[in-house]
């Protein structure tokens, strides 16, 4: 299957603003970079999809820090709960060092875990429709 570089370009600006919108109150650690993850997102995920991976990332950052805080394990379990992941945001005076810090390899794992909704196949059936409505 044939897909262009406009193509390309057009979902990789929408997914990265999608995921922007859906991690928008999630704290993200310092490692993590959006526009990384739309170039690394498979371009048949829909925005279920997208929706399903942030869940899914933030979820596993609520995990760590319940099971000891940290990715290290049993390491940070000695370190005590509450410590944030490597390359985290430190936690506000406010009270925020309660919240859960979505970091990098949360985001990997699910992604990796993500089977996409649509075949190459339909995604290049609905670009066609696509264009042919936009006039392309």
Not at 9 to 16: D, F, G, I, L, V
Not at 27 to 39: E, F, S, W
Not at 126 to 133: F, I
Request: charged share 20%; with cysteine.
């Amino acid at each position: 299957m044939h897909t262009n570089t406009r193509t390309c370009a057009h979902t990789h600006t929408h997914t990265n603003a999608r995921t922007q919108a859906l991690t928008r109150k999630f704290l993200l650690a310092d490692d993590v970079d959006l526009n990384a993850v739309a170039a690394a997102a498979p371009v048949q995920l829909t925005g279920a999809d997208l929706y399903a991976l942030c869940a899914d990332a933030w979820m596993a950052a609520f995990k760590r820090k319940v099971a000891g805080g940290a990715a290290g394990g049993a390491a940070a379990g000695a370190a005590g709960a509450g410590v944030p992941p490597p390359g985290a945001a430190e936690p506000a005076a406010d009270g925020a060092g309660d919240a859960v810090v979505v970091c990098a390899a949360d985001i990997a794992r699910a992604l990796q875990q993500l089977t996409p909704s649509l075949s190459l196949h339909e995604v290049a059936k609905y670009e066609r429709l696509r264009d042919k409505y936009e006039g392309r």
